[in-house]
């Protein structure tokens, strides 16, 4: 757990005193990933350099784990702490496996401990340490390089990581791909890690906070979810985007959003049965799945009422076919692109779980605007 | 194209290597030269001591200095130093021998005070440039992960430095060699004793017993340096063994 308590940085110039961070105060709890967001020179990679001293704080505390850091000698607090910065600063001198054990020798770890550390670390990333121990840095693409730096600042298993704009310096394709490994890594891990990003598509993905700066003010402390639908003013609004809703598509997966399990109908069951189903249940059309129970067409009341026989002889295709661990936005664009607003969903053996609809999406998103609402209802009425 | 050019002069070099032999040896030049051959080996390793110690020296102090001036803390007065080191450099050989010999008097001290001084400042200059443009970057990092001053200095800026480092060395040395013979002039001994003394015989044979060792030296003193800096620089950060 981290939290920052009046934490503040002034720096004297000719023109003045200028505040990069001001009083700013947060707690991040263990195991989170706390995004630092804001346009350049809005205060955040100050605040971040201040919890490793790389930037030292004019004023207030820094607690990890309830211990005030300011009691702590400055190396030995940097080298528990992780820190991955965009330059990545490989060491070109060294080879990899000598630049992902820096912290641990410094720690004194005998040999064959820092060795095993830093193959387990390669592995991984799915970098294969046989090949990649003896390289160095130059010799290495930079995607590769940056996963490099994330390990090395993992290496002495640090609680409290720190990243200024870790994957900045990469194309779009693989910092998604990084991205994704290191989200997979950190659901293990449960680091607490403090995350210096001026993308806010890059903050929504990674975070479970995100901390809005603007002119060394921490302006709004949220969740991504929270800070999308209520910006608390105009400039996180501008910052988030005209389109904040579309991003918060993204931070929904289809099982929180679907009707779990509708009874559906199979093949053999008679065209009858479904109508039946339709009426009791008011439904509008059902599922009809495969003795697997995937799958494979709808029957709808029209077609239900006008045609006798077996479901399995008359049923309209599928259009598309949500997975329940896909986001909105994945969902969405479906939708468009097949033009329907209703999909069932599958889990990953392909079996069917439940469906989706358009309306329940926008009902979805719109109950965060409606539980404000009847709260600020409740509030006039007390 | 560029191979058949490559190929074109180094067969008229070999030509021209030919002609000379063939030329020195009818004139009686070679057989001159080997008449001194006790005198060659005597003055060389005379030659080597007075390099050796000059140039250790100037090593031994001009690395400290250059470390120094690259902390922040002497940034200021860097350029300064620089300067000063550099009329070191800018006065010629001669007058700093002539210089010392004024108050060191004549042997091969003052001859390996004046051959330090001049080599100085390749190697300052290089040390302390090498660590400058060491990336900033690398440094943070370093200091993020908890390294003191020192261990960034011997770990991560000496080593990235190195190379350039090792440059300085391989120019000044190799300069120091060849500046060597001079000392003759103030009775410190060298190879400067045949070059000079054959001069004032006309004795072209004296002449080029003193002189072609001299170069000799000079050659293999960089060669030997790259040599060192080859294998000394980290693979990682030496240009020699990675391919662009």
């Given at each position: ?15 003045g ?19 630092l ?23 207030g505390?820094?607690?990890i ?46 040999k ?21 121990m ?42 998604a ?50 800070l ?14 005209s ?40 439904y509008?059309?059902?599922?009809l ?5 995937r799958?494979i ?8 009422g006008?045609k ?18 896909d ?16 999909m069932?969903?599958v889990?990953d053996d392909?079996?069917?779980r ?29 | ?29 070679i ?10 080996i005597?003055?060389s ?30 940034r ?7 300067q ?17 010999m ?92 045949l ?46 063994r990675?391919?662009?």
């Amino acid at each position: 757990m981290i939290r920052l308590e009046n934490l503040t940085k002034t720096f004297e110039t000719p023109e003045g005193i200028i505040t990069a961070a001001d009083n700013i105060n947060m707690t991040v709890g263990k195991g989170e990933i706390c995004v630092l967001l804001g346009p350049s020179g809005c205060g955040k990679t100050t605040t971040l350099k201040m919890l490793n001293r790389i930037v030292p704080p004019t004023s207030g505390k820094v607690f990890i784990d309830g211990e005030d850091t300011s009691t702590l000698n400055t190396i030995d607090l940097r080298r528990n702490i992780g820190y991955v910065i965009q330059q990545i600063g490989l060491f070109p001198n060294m080879t990899i496996a000598e630049n992902i054990s820096v912290v641990p020798k410094l720690l004194g770890w005998d040999k064959t401990r820092y060795t095993a550390r830093a193959e387990e670390l390669l592995a991984m990333v799915a970098l294969e340490p046989k090949t990649f121990m003896r390289r160095f840095p130059r010799e290495l693409s930079g995607g590769q390089q940056q996963r490099i730096g994330v390990i090395r600042a993992l290496a002495a298993d640090p609680e409290v990581m720190l990243m200024d704009e870790p994957f900045g310096a990469i194309d779009p394709i693989n910092r998604a791909v990084i991205q994704d490994e290191f989200l997979k890594m950190q659901q293990t891990l449960q680091k607490t890690i403090l995350f210096v990003s001026h993308d806010i598509d890059e903050a929504i993905k990674m975070a479970d906070k995100i901390a809005i700066f603007d002119e060394g003010k921490l302006i709004q402390f949220d969740s991504p979810d929270n800070l999308l639908a209520h910006p608390c003013n105009k400039f996180v609004e501008n910052f988030v985007g005209s389109d904040r809703t579309l991003k918060r598509l993204r931070l929904a997966k289809v099982s929180e959003v679907m009707t779990p399990a509708p009874t559906p109908v199979k093949r053999d069951d008679d065209l009858q049965h479904a109508l039946k189903i339709m009426h009791e249940r008011d439904y509008i059309a059902v599922t009809l799945v495969d003795e697997f129970g995937r799958p494979i067409g709808t029957i709808n009341r029209d077609l239900a009422g006008s045609k006798r026989g077996r479901c399995g002889d008359h049923f309209y295709g599928l259009r598309a076919i949500a997975n329940v661990n896909d986001d909105l936005r994945s969902v969405a664009s479906s939708m468009f692109s097949n033009d329907t607003t209703w999909m069932p969903c599958v889990d990953d053996d392909g079996v069917f779980r439940g469906e989706i609809s358009q309306r329940g999406v926008t009902h979805y998103l719109g109950a965060t605007y409606r539980r404000q609402e009847r709260d600020n209802t409740l509030n006039r009425e007390t | 194209m560029q191979k058949s050019k490559s190929k074109y002069a180094w067969i008229a070099g070999m030509m021209l290597m030919f002609v000379l032999g063939v030329w020195s040896q009818n004139s009686g030049l070679i057989e001159g030269f080997f008449y001194y051959s006790e005198d060659i080996i005597y003055l060389s390793k005379q030659h080597m001591q007075l390099s050796a110690i000059s140039g250790g020296i100037a090593i031994l102090i001009a690395i400290p200095l250059g470390i120094m001036l690259s902390r922040p803390r002497f940034r200021p007065i860097a350029e300064s130093m620089m300067q000063l080191l550099n009329i070191g450099t800018t006065v010629p050989t001669l007058a700093i021998l002539a210089l010392s010999m004024s108050f060191l008097g004549i042997g091969s001290t003052p001859a390996i005070f004046a051959l330090c001084i001049a080599t100085l400042l390749p190697i300052v200059r290089n040390t302390y440039v090498g660590l400058l443009s060491v990336p900033e970057h690398l440094i943070e990092a370093a200091n993020g992960m908890g390294m003191s001053s020192m261990q960034i200095l011997l770990r991560v800026e000496i080593p990235n430095a190195l190379y350039v480092m090792f440059a300085g060395i391989r120019t000044a040395l190799t300069i120091n060699v060849g500046t060597v013979p001079l000392a003759f002039l103030i009775g410190g001994g060298g190879l400067g004793e045949l070059i000079f003394t054959g001069i004032d015989l006309d004795e072209m044979p004296m002449l080029l017993a003193g002189a072609i060792p001299t170069s000799l030296l000079a050659v293999s003193v960089d060669i030997s340096v790259g040599l060192l800096a080859f294998l000394l620089v980290p693979r990682g950060v030496n240009p020699l063994r990675y391919k662009q």
